[in-house]
């Protein structure tokens, strides 16, 4: 009941349905009912005394315990579905029938059933963001209409500015070169007539939005960033 309980809590601020959590609870809540809470106690009669790490230690066995198990059964396979975000009003529609439900009980009590099931499905009809941008502004996400979230390829470019912290970055443009050589270049051809069948439009119109969400940056452009860091590099030694 109180996983049912606070499910659409849990939604609308992560997300996210653990869908074993009643499983988590059963082998949870007894232990720290049976174990971690009266050492709890102890611990609290104990502290006058200053003996109260006599009880804390025990407790601290049990609280590694119940830890554990939500270490476990979150790595269940199917632990977690994800969900869309949940509106504010879907939030409220399943609070306000859970409310209704509970607190009357008169035959009409059974009304908040409706809010409920209002609430839950009001979430299958939001229509997730086109465009998602990340707290530091360093990643991008942008929908294809198949579903597919495209990645902003800038983090490939910090990934190779962090490599260049490393090792030499000349070495690591060499490398980056050999590597495409090695690689089997087929040749791409579209037509005006294909390009509704194309996800993203392979023409010039659509090059800039193509760039900016490729899996990997154009490789000149990485190899010419790095040929950067390396002369710049050069000129602060000799400097």
């Known amino acids: 009941m109180a996983t049912a309980a606070t499910a659409p809590y849990a939604i609308y601020h992560f997300n996210r349905m653990s869908d074993y959590g009643l499983v988590a609870n059963l082998l949870a809540v007894p232990l720290t009912s049976f174990w971690v809470m009266p050492w709890a106690v102890a611990a609290f009669l104990l502290m006058p005394l200053g003996l109260e790490s ?123 070169i050999r590597l495409d050589r090695a690689a089997e270049l087929v040749e791409f051809h579209a037509s005006p007539a294909t390009e509704p069948l194309y996800t993203v439009s392979p023409f010039d119109e659509a090059e800039r939005v193509t760039r900016m969400f490729a899996t990997h940056p154009p490789l000149a452009e990485r190899v010419s960033r790095l040929r950067n860091l390396g002369e710049g590099r050069s000129s602060e030694r000799n400097g």
């Open 54 to 176: 006599l009880a804390l230690t025990p407790m601290g066995w049990g609280i590694d315990g119940v830890n554990a198990i939500a270490r476990i059964v979150a790595a269940w396979p199917g632990a977690v579905t994800l969900v869309p975000a949940m509106p504010l009003a879907s939030l409220g529609l399943i609070s306000v029938g859970g409310l209704w439900l509970c607190l009357w009980r008169r035959p009409w009590r059974v009304a908040g059933l409706a809010g409920i099931a209002a609430g839950f499905v009001s979430i299958s009809l939001v229509t997730p963001p086109d465009l998602l941008i990340g707290d530091d502004g360093k990643l991008m996400a942008l929908r294809a209409t198949d579903g597919r979230l495209l990645l902003s390829s800038k983090r490939e470019l910090r990934a190779d500015a962090v490599a260049a912290g490393v090792v030499d970055p000349h070495d690591l443009a060499d490398a980056l």
